[in-house]
């Protein structure tokens, strides 16, 4: 059976991206401002975030209008590069 690349989503779509890093101030810059590279600007994105427990660790959920999936897979590739994260969903 060949491998699928249809997604399950429909475009466009509100997407909630969740992105954890420890709670330091340059990691929503950081997130942010690759968020907002793969967007027009004119798109708003709702950005929610919370600590941890103990708050070591800061959790950012960014909402925002996803227009594809090569847009998504482009702004969790880049996520992935950044060493002020540790893991995004």
Known sequence: MEPTTES???FPVAFPL???GRNVPEFLPAVS????????TEEPIEYTSRESANGKYLSITATFMAQSKEQLD?????LKACNLVLMSL
């Open 8 to 10: 399950l989503l429909k």
């Open 18 to 20: 969740k992105v954890m």
């Open 74 to 78: 482009a702004i969790y590739s880049q």
């Open 33 to 40: 401002g690759i968020i907002a590279q793969h967007l027009r």
